[in-house]
């Protein structure tokens, strides 16, 4: 055999190899993205404007916080739908904790905790009771939020200290605080499911739960982990929420909560289980705030923006089936 | 080699009684019989696979004809043919000596021909009557009102006239497998089909309902319906059919009445190499050391009363008995998925206790009997999969290196010839027996000492069984312990030391040496003293 075919080879054995892979779907979604922000820098004189660019990076920022827990989750093939509400209660225990003790550490422990908490009680129902995570999530959803308008009682909490605030608001060497934590927990997520094995561990069990148990990967004390750490990551931004918006009430959760779901579909993830990524649902919290962003700049009627957020959904996930297809011919 | 009910009962007075007509319905062997549907030359290529080459094949009214081959070899292809499931690139179909064209399922069901595949189709909500007659409701006269009585009269002779009396009003997820293979049989007969295509109907049936399911082909047989019946089931070839057809690599290798041929060139025609059956003889005795594995008095809540066996290193142990004796629940027992109500498990001389990670880890592999389900993820890697026990042994500090995981796949890849180009393709798109390849490999890499293997060949062409059954010896050469359970005999007596017999939850025999035979087997399974 020649040098020449055998290297010709081994390149075509690469592209195989490629083919239908995760970076192949990164890539995919960052061209979307550069498409949608080319357009809109031709389209409008404001987009690529500094002011512009920090306020897009700071609501992306605050839906990948949200998403990144719901990721983990959508891994292993469950979902949880009480992300939102758990915002909504984390962000309004902050603020009470805050107003009661006057201690900034205190209330941010308290939001993480509450955050944690819930994605604890998930996680047993999902993984002792065996509920059916949609059921489960549904439940805990409403239970959050009534506690949330129980607690607040329909009043607002607002006037949080500089410190507090500078979690949503503030700068750090130039760049918006939450971006700077978005970066941090990106990393963390990406090197947790690429380099750890548990990371790996959830793909498996989201691939084939069954096959994960009876391979002694364990299963149960791994979902525990993964709801944990979405209701976590649900606490958390319901504090940088808290801090952007500088008040708290018991609404603000509702409307995330399906906005999420589509940042991390746009995201490869698969409600099927065993797909999705990190920089995945980066690229598709950009995606989404970036379209929502355009059709503010080009003036297009609000009320449009659940559609669009809609056809965005459609269009991901209709170029994921078209991959797949591909895929599968071969 | 002689199937199973006739070895079961050796006197031939008393067997299931729905066999009792069999002797008498067996048409003469060569039958002067119209021909029902004739193939003649057709070619079909996908990209890349020529899968099926100028095939012909001739179906006489009342008679079985079987179609073997192994995977990939084109039965499928053909079968989806004639049902119009694919369109052919050349050749003719005749029905009746008529060419006539099938482009759509609907075609073939106008014409007579009925498949029944693995995968049933019945709605499991609605009714025995109603999945009988789906899209075909008999009317009342008054629009869009279903005459329910006559729907269920109906349903019911035909079942009758095949050999199930059963509620019709019932609820289709009502019946056992066996059972609902009967209604989408009864629903092909409505349909007045002449041609009936039955593709592995055995795979999820016990030996008793095997049995039923042969008697009512016998009785289709002598109403004059053609049968094409796929298996790879030797014995069941052997017992149904009247002209076998070989398929190998897309192309008609062989046709014959089965008194014209035998089993081992029926082999050799579907290999294309002769294949030893799994035998002692030659083997290098191997040194046995003590018993690693001790269950003593064993009980579970899935239904073992009191087994007690021992496993010993270097030893292949198998286990036998019917489906529902408990072979399974002995293995999940062990594996630690069902607590052990009562009794005691003993592993390198310490009681087993802990979940099944922890099982794992102290050395214990089970190779499952579904292994789609079970023992593959299928959307991932070959790589992927060969890790998913290993993580905790190859990557102690939960730092996972993609270098070393892909050495390892590489080095398990070698290793176990899996046949693929690279360890990046998905799992799923592998034959049955690289599929069980892989599986054995991701418990090679966990440093397995004992090996559970579930129904290791089951779904496996027969090259590829003998590769598995070679990896199952080198595995005890090496001192490690293999539990074979299987419902192949031959396998069983081929390969194991010892054999333990299951009936009922409960240890009805051990064999070994000289009383290791298929009908001591069977004996101690049935209960036949």
Redo the contacts between chains.
């Keep these: 055999m020649s040098e020449a075919t055998r290297s010709g080879r081994d390149w075509h054995?690469a592209i195989?190899?490629l083919r239908g892979?995760e970076i192949e779907s990164i890539f995919l979604r960052l061209a979307v993205l550069f498409v949608v922000g080319l357009f809109l820098t031709i389209a409008t004189d404001t987009f690529l404007t500094q002011t512009n660019l920090v306020n897009l990076l700071r609501q992306a920022s605050l839906m990948f916080l949200l998403a990144a827990g719901l990721t983990l989750v959508l891994i292993v093939g469950g979902i949880d739908l009480s992300v939102g509400a758990n915002l909504a209660l984390s962000a309004c225990l902050t603020a009470g904790v805050y107003k009661a003790t006057n201690s900034v550490p205190l209330a941010i422990a308290t939001g993480l905790a509450t955050g944690a908490a819930i994605g604890f009680v998930n996680s047993l129902l999902v993984a002792f009771l065996k509920l059916p995570p949609f059921l489960a999530t549904f439940a805990t959803l409403w239970v959050c939020q009534g506690l949330a308008f129980f607690y607040m009682s329909g009043s607002v909490i607002y006037g949080f200290p500089p410190e507090m605030r500078a979690l949503g608001s503030g700068f750090w060497l130039g760049i918006p605080v939450p971006v700077i934590l978005m970066t941090i927990i990106l990393i963390f997520l990406t090197v947790f499911l690429?380099?750890?094995?548990?990371?790996?561990?959830l793909?498996?069990i989201g691939?084939?739960a069954?096959?994960?148990?009876?391979?002694?990967?364990?299963v149960r004390r791994r979902l525990i982990l993964v709801y944990v750490l979405s209701g976590l990551t649900a606490g958390f931004a319901g504090i940088v929420y808290l801090a952007r918006v500088n008040s708290a009430d018991a609404g603000v959760g509702e409307p995330l909560l399906l906005p999420v779901i589509a940042v991390v579909l746009i995201g490869g993830a698969s409600l099927y289980g065993?797909r999705g990524s990190a920089i995945g649902t980066l690229s598709g919290a950009l995606i989404l705030t970036a379209v929502l962003n355009g059709m503010n700049l080009l003036a297009i009627d609000s009320n449009l923006q659940p559609m669009a957020a809609g056809l965005v959904v459609l269009l991901a996930l209709a170029l994921e089936a078209v991959s797949k297809k591909h895929q599968r011919?071969k | 080699m002689g199937n199973l009910a006739e070895r079961l009962d050796p006197d031939g007075g008393g067997r299931v009684n729905a066999d009792v007509s069999l002797q008498g319905v067996r048409p003469a062997q060569v039958s002067p019989a119209p021909c029902v549907l004739s193939v003649k030359g057709i070619c079909k290529t996908y990209?890349g696979v020529q899968a099926l080459q100028n095939v012909d094949l001739d179906l006489h009214a009342g008679e079985v004809h079987a179609i073997m081959g192994e995977n990939g070899a084109g039965k499928s292809s053909l079968i989806k043919a004639i049902v119009g499931a694919i369109t052919c690139d050349s050749g003719e179909i005749r029905v009746d000596g008529t060419p006539v064209s099938i482009n759509t399922p609907a075609d073939a069901q106008t014409l007579g021909i009925a498949a029944i595949h693995q995968e049933l189709s019945l709605v499991p909500h609605l009714s025995i009557a109603q999945n009988v007659f789906l899209g075909r409701e008999p009317m009342t006269g008054v629009p869009f009102m279903v005459d329910h009585r006559k729907m269920a009269d109906d349903a019911a002779a035909i079942l009758h006239d095949i050999g199930l009396d059963c509620d019709v009003g019932a609820k289709a997820d009502s019946l056992k497998v066996a059972h609902q293979q009967v209604v989408e049989i009864a629903k092909a007969l409505s349909q007045n089909a002449r041609v009936l295509i039955l593709d592995e109907p055995t795979a999820s049936l016990s030996d008793r309902e095997a049995d039923a399911l042969f008697a009512m082909i016998d009785r289709l047989r002598a109403k004059g319906t053609a049968i094409v019946y796929i298996s790879h089931r030797m014995n069941e070839i052997g017992r149904l059919a009247d002209r076998i057809t070989v398929l190998r690599d897309g192309k008609r290798v062989l046709s014959a009445t089965p008194s014209e041929i035998s089993t081992d060139e029926i082999i050799v025609a579907m290999v294309g190499r002769p294949v030893a059956q799994p035998s002692k003889e030659g083997r290098a005795d191997r040194p046995v050391g003590d018993a690693v594995l001790e269950l003593e008095d064993v009980w579970t809540g899935t239904g073992l009363a009191g087994i007690t066996m021992s496993i010993r290193a270097g030893e292949i142990v198998g286990l036998a008995g019917l489906v529902g004796s408990g072979r399974t629940e002995v293995a999940r027992a062990i594996?630690g998925?069902d607590p052990v109500l009562a009794g005691r498990i003993d592993w390198m001389g310490a009681p087993l206790t802990g979940?099944?990670?922890e099982?794992?880890?102290s050395g214990i592999a089970?190779v499952?009997e579904d292994r789609k389900?079970?023992?593959?993820?299928?959307?991932?890697t070959i790589s992927?999969n060969l890790?998913?026990?290993s993580?905790?042994k190859v990557?102690p500090k939960?730092?996972?290196r993609p270098s070393r995981a892909r050495s390892i796949s590489r080095d398990s890849i070698a290793k176990l010839r899996v046949a693929t180009?690279?360890g990046?393709k998905r799992v799923g798109l592998l034959s049955g027996g690289n599929q069980q390849k892989t599986v054995i490999g991701?418990w090679l890499n966990?440093d397995a000492r004992l090996f559970i293997f579930d129904e290791p060949t089951r779904g496996i062409d027969i090259g590829a069984k003998a590769e598995i059954v070679d990896l199952m010896i080198a595995l005890v050469e090496r001192g490690n312990s293999v539990l074979m359970i299987s419902s192949e005999l031959p396998e069983l007596v081929g390969c194991c030391d010892r054999v333990y017999v299951l009936r009922e939850g409960e240890v009805a025999g051990e064999l070994a040496d000289a009383d290791l035979t298929e009908d001591a087997i069977l004996r101690l399974a049935m209960h036949h003293d």
């Design positions: 054995s195989d190899k892979s690429r380099r750890s094995t548990i990371g790996h561990e793909y498996a691939s084939n069954t096959a994960a148990r009876l391979s002694g990967i364990p065993g011919k | 990209p594996f998925v979940d099944t990670p099982r794992v880890k089970l499952p389900e079970q023992g593959l993820c299928l959307e991932q992927q890790l998913h026990a993580f905790w990557f939960r730092l996972f180009p690279h990046e991701k966990a």
